[in-house]
């Protein structure tokens, strides 16, 4: 069995996976996705808006 693993992963839980986002980076990211959706629809030759929003 598995000894050394803590119980239901208690350990893992307490410690967050990643810091807050500040409104600055938040805003950047937002403005990112936004270019790459217009670049994806631009590529597949239709409008904006029209392309589900994936890895890209």
Do not use: E, F, I
């Not at 996976?17 to 590529?43: G, H, K, T, V, Y």
């Not at 030759?45 to 890209?56: D, E, H, I, L, Y």
């Amino acid at each position: 069995m598995y000894a050394a693993a803590p119980h239901r992963g208690a350990a893992r839980a307490v410690v967050p996976r990643a810091p807050a986002a500040s409104p600055r980076a938040r805003l950047r990211a937002a403005l990112l996705r936004q270019w790459r959706q217009a670049q994806r629809a631009a590529a597949l030759n239709v409008p904006v808006g029209t392309v589900k929003r994936s890895r890209a």
